[in-house]
Structures are given as structure tokens and as C-alpha cells.
């Protein structure tokens, strides 16, 4: 098929990049809604209204919007057609806009759909922008109506309202739950990778089923391809760029070891400095400490040297006046007996 032709835009949606079944996107509502074939489909087709015309809108007005404000004008233009749909729904079908619930104002942040319009719809022209949203829609509606018959059937023994097993059939009543969502999706992926499988080994190339590329980026034209946004790390089949990256990842190591041993360095060096310091703080301060002492001690030393020099003036003192006291005790007796004499 040619690229970007109406017909590769729908197989592509349907079969190739299924949302649910291949990229598994829009989890929320698929396991969320689907307890019927009728919730499922009217889930499915509301979404596929809002993605084909919100793709058609935002690919005739991508030479305008401003690259850096691009995903809150693709959110506006979502927005608006949800709105209008929801309205639709109040008016013309109030009980599935009653089992739909929340799920319909949600669809304003499906990654479904911001994620066509950020990878195709925003890079290529109206047309096939609008099909790549048709078919993404045709594929998501597909999977959610398979899925919601599957649990249906199961749980309540009837599809799309329409009584199918037999009277006497017991009801799983954990499909029409929570769990049974997931255990329907994973049903269905199983079946599709055996499919794969089988076609694998009879020589058919399905390298575009489940991935929706060649992996070869590097020389990849189509602009479509989901990997570009959604899987843009994925490791590609070419030599060369393989070769690049391993010579860049091993070079990278190095440097942060080198990096690594710098730090190191610089930690143990600043770390030895300011042991140092420390050391040399701690030093003069004991040092200082034994000066004062030294100093204090000196002065006890004076002090107590000039406490004992008066000590010994005074006992001098003393010793002398003793000694005049006596010399005169002694010239008045010999005054005192010559006068009696």
C-alpha cells in the first residue's frame, strides 16, 4: 500500500497499530466501560469522532499554532469536539451517556489522541490526517466491542442485549467486574501474539505487527510511526547507529569514573586540610593555655616573694625595736643607781 494513502491510514489504525491490541493505549476506558458490546461501541465510536475531526482540525491549522504552545492548543481543539459530542449524547442518547459516565470528559486526555495529533496529525496534511484518526477510532471501537461481547457473554449469557446460551447456563458474574476486563484483554493479546507466531513460522514477515515499524529510525521516512513518539529510546537495526551509541555509552562510564576519582581527590585533600587545621588550631591553643599558666604561675611566684621580703623587714623591724627597747630599759637603770647612790 502507498504511504500515507486512505487505505494504509485505516490498516494501519485497525490492524497494524491497533491502540488497544498492539500499542495497548487508552486503558482507562477499555477496561473501565466495556461491560457491555454496547457500552463498548458507543465508547469507541464517541472516541472516534473526536479523533478524526480533532486530526483533521489540528492538521489544517499546524502552519499556526506555535511549536512551543502546541499541546494546550491540541487540548482546546479536543476539548471543543468532546463537548459537542457529549451535548449529542445528553440529547439524542441519554442512557449510554449515563453508562459512559465520566469517561466521555475524559477522552480530553486519552492518549490516544494526543498522541496522533503530536506524531501525524500535526506533521502531515488534512487528509490522511483525518483517515489516521478513522482508523485509529475503526481499530479502538473494534477492540472495546470485542471486548465488552466477550465479558457480556460471559457474565449475563447474552450479547448486545440478545439472550444467546442456552437456559440452564451459569453466569461468570466476575466478567461483567472489574477483573474481568483484564482478564478479556490479556485473553485477546495472547490470541493475537499467537496468530503472530504462527505466521512467523511459515516465513510471512509480521515485524510491522505489534511495533507499526522496521525499528531502522535512522533511515525511516514515515512520519507516522508511532515509535517516534511513543518508543523514541528503542534501540534501531542499524550498524552504524548501534556503533555510535556503544562507542557513547562506553565512553560515558569512563568520564563518570574519571569524574568519580576527581571528586575523591578533591573530598580526601579538602578533607586532610581541614584535618590539619584543626590540628594546628588545636596546637596554639594548648600552647596559649600553657603560657597562661606560666604566666599565672609567675605572678604567684612574685607575689609570694614579696609577701616574704615584708615578712622579713617586719620581723628586721621588730628585732630592732626590741633591741632599743632593752638598750633603754638598761641606761635608765644604771640612771636610776648612780642617783641612789
Known sequence: MKQNSVAERLFNGVIKENPTLVLTLGMCP??????????????????????????????????????????????VIVASFVTMVQLLLEAYLPSLNVALGVYIPLIVVNCIILGRA??????????????????MGIGFSIALTIIGA??????TGAVFGYHILPDGYVN????????????????????????KNKLAAKG?????????????CASCSDTACSKRFYDAGAPVKNPEVNAAKKEKT?????????????????????KAEKNADAKAEKNADAKAEENAEEEVKADEQADSSDRSAETINESADAVKETEEAEENAQAEGWEGGEKDE
Open 204 to 216: 510471512k514477515d509480521v515485524s510491522k505487527v505489534g511495533s507499526g515499524c522496521s525499528e531502522d
Open 150 to 155: 466477550v465479558r457480556e457473554l460471559l457474565g
Open 118 to 135: 503530536e506524531s501525524y496529525a500535526y506533521h502531515n496534511p488534512p487528509i490522511p490526517s483525518f483517515f489516521d484518526g478513522l482508523g
Open 172 to 195: 461468570i458474574n466476575i466478567f461483567v467486574l472489574a477483573p474481568g476486563a483484564f482478564f478479556v484483554l490479556a485473553m485477546l493479546t495472547a490470541i493475537q501474539n499467537f496468530v
Open 30 to 75: 477499555t477496561l473501565a466501560v466495556t461491560t457491555s458490546a454496547m457500552n463498548g461501541l458507543g465508547m469507541g465510536l464517541t472516541t472516534t469522532a473526536v479523533l478524526a475531526l480533532s486530526n483533521l482540525i489540528i492538521s489544517l491549522l499546524r502552519k499556526f499554532i506555535p511549536n512551543r504552545v502546541r499541546i494546550p492548543a491540541f487540548i
Open 250 to 270: 562506553a565512553a560515558k562510564p569512563e568520564k563518570a569514573e574519571d569524574k568519580t576519582e576527581e571528586k575523591t581527590e578533591e573530598k580526601i585533600g579538602a
